[in-house]
């Protein structure tokens, strides 16, 4: 990649098929190993974005994850899906990390990528949910970003023009270098071609550890070390069961009306 071209790094994260994942309720920890890892849906809709901003301005668009080794075909996917190169940030010293460590593991990978123009990520993620780590990102790369984008109207080498949905929709514009979270609205995601998964098959992951960083980062604050939020207790909410009952007959209302007032909801 040349210096004038446009390079927008995607951080993706891989979550598991929540319809298969299980929760081992005694550990109070979701069980990884349950369920397949797939792209986090928010980050589908993040590469999408990336990728049709280089076909309108050419350049480059680099996905970056911080997860266990197994997270290599989830990359594979993004390539498949028009990512040109693939940075997979895997080492037990990232374990453990909360928000601010995983921000801080990311921030340091893009920094050691080099120059980039932007970044995009998922509003939020299907297993942790706290919509955090785009905007943290930013704030360590000392970066503007904006939230919570549904539209992107217009797109340059110097700025990008959106709508973000943070509470009503406001039209903003956003000087790069900077980031921006998406939402589900803000295209549909393609789907890959059999021609592109076959490439992706043989596409290089590039494999990062700890030490790599090293020379941009301080590692101590990497995972549970950098990590000031510890986990006391994780509880499974109990289920409510639905129940239905069928009244049938002449008096069907009466005795409606009559289960109604017994569970309380008619006054
Ligand atoms: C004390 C503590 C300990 C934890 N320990 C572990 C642990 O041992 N193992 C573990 O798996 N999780 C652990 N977690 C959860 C982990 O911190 C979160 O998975 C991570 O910080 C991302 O948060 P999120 O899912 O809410 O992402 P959000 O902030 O909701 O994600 C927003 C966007 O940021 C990007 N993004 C988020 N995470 C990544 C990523 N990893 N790679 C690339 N892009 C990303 C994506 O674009 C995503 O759409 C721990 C959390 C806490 C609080």
Partial sequence: MTDNEFHIVVLIKPVPDMEKVRFDVEKGVVDRSSAPL???????????????IKEKLGGEVTAVSMAPPAAESVLRDAIARGADRAVLLTDR??????????????????????????IICGE????????????????????????YVTEIREVTKEKLLVVSELGAPYLMELKLPGLITVTKDVNKP?????KDKLKARKAK??????????????????????????????LVPPMKKRRSQIFK??????????????EGLLR
């Fill in 38 to 52: 797939e792209i986090n849906p928010f980050d589908l809709n993040a590469l999408e974005a990336a990728v049709q």
């Fill in 93 to 118: 010293r990232f374990a453990g990390a909360d928000t601010l460590a995983t921000s801080y593991a990311l921030a340091s990978a893009i920094r050691k990528l080099g120059r980039f123009n932007l």
């Fill in 124 to 147: 939020k993620t299907v297993d942790g949910d706290t919509g955090q780590v785009g905007p943290e990102v930013a704030e360590m790369l000392g970066i503007p970003h904006i939230a």
């Fill in 190 to 194: 393609r789907l890959p071609t059999l």
């Fill in 205 to 234: 992951v590039e494999v990062w550890s700890a030490d790599d960083l090293a020379d941009v980062a301080d590692v101590s604050r990497f995972g549970f070390s950098g990590s000031p939020t510890q986990v006391v207790k994780v």
């Fill in 249 to 262: 007959g002449e008096d069907a209302v009466d005795k409606l009306i009559e289960a109604l007032e017994m």
